[in-house]
Structures are given as structure tokens and as C-alpha cells.
């Protein structure tokens, strides 16, 4: 089988702020996730850390990766 196609997403915000669109792309990782290896790139807010263990803990099971920005 081939390696699926990554699909990079940028966004302003994402776990653990949470607000409307993080909620609504939550819902939309695991349908993106079928067919795609998904990169989810984001600004963390001031002051807030990256916790890679919850982060990867509350996506478990999809193809999914993080890349905060600070």
C-alpha cells in the first residue's frame, strides 16, 4: 500500500485552547486523517506549553503529527 499524501494545515489556534474553530477542526481531523497523514502547525498562546503526551493521547489512533510555534 502507498504512504498517504501529508497534508500540511496551519492554523491560529489549536488543543488545548479551546474556542469555536479548534472544536470544529477537532471534529474534523479524523475524516481528514483517512486519507491523508496530517501535520497540524500552530501558534501556542504566551505562556502555555506544548504537552506532546495529552496532545498525542487526545488524537490517539489517528495519522496525525503537531508542530507548535512559540
Known sequence: MADKPVLKVVVSHFYPEANA???RFESL???LAKKHHVVVVYLLQPGLGFDRGATEA????L???FEPVE
Not at 487526545?58 to 489512533?61: D, L, S
Open 21 to 23: 474553530f479548534t472544536n
Open 29 to 31: 481531523l479524523p475524516l
Open 58 to 61: 487526545r488524537f490517539a489512533g
Open 63 to 65: 495519522d496525525v503529527s
